[in-house]
């Protein structure tokens, strides 16, 4: 089984941060890239950061590229998400994800393994 945990999410002020983490398990070829995706309501589920766990890379969605960074710990067990300038369009329930699949740094659609959602708050 490999079930991602996320933690961290909570309410912020406009231009405030967040750090979020998610605990992952399972063995380290299920998780060939481990990311966070974010989904508001009425809007569709958008992948905001990936990291590929053998490299090292990292990509970013355009809105929130600069603001936004993903990590592992050293044991890569643990991912994270460090969100700095929040702003309230970041609203949204954040989940952690990971993928077995190859094309998971290009394909969103790959992800197989989900956590439960963290919501974070951004107001105003």
């Known amino acids: 089984q490999v079930r991602p945990v996320e933690s961290g999410g909570g309410s912020v002020q406009e231009g405030g941060s967040l750090r979020l983490s998610c605990a992952v398990s399972?063995?380290?070829?299920?998780?060939?890239?481990m990311a966070w995706f974010r989904q508001a309501p009425g809007k569709e589920r958008e992948r905001v950061a990936v990291?590929?766990?053998?490299?090292?890379?990292?990509a970013y969605a355009a809105s929130v590229k600069g603001r936004f960074t993903i990590s592992q710990d050293n044991a890569q067990d643990t991912v994270y998400l460090q969100m700095n300038s929040l702003k309230p369009e970041d609203t949204g329930i954040y989940y952690c994800?990971?993928?077995?699949?190859?094309?998971?740094?290009?394909?969103?659609?790959?992800?197989?393994?989900w956590g439960q959602g963290t919501q974070v708050t951004v107001s105003s």
């Open positions: 990291l590929v766990r053998r490299r090292g890379d990292t």
């Open positions: 399972g063995d380290a070829y299920l998780r060939e890239c």
């Open positions: 994800a990971t993928s077995a699949s190859r094309y998971c740094q290009l394909d969103t659609t790959a992800y197989s393994y």
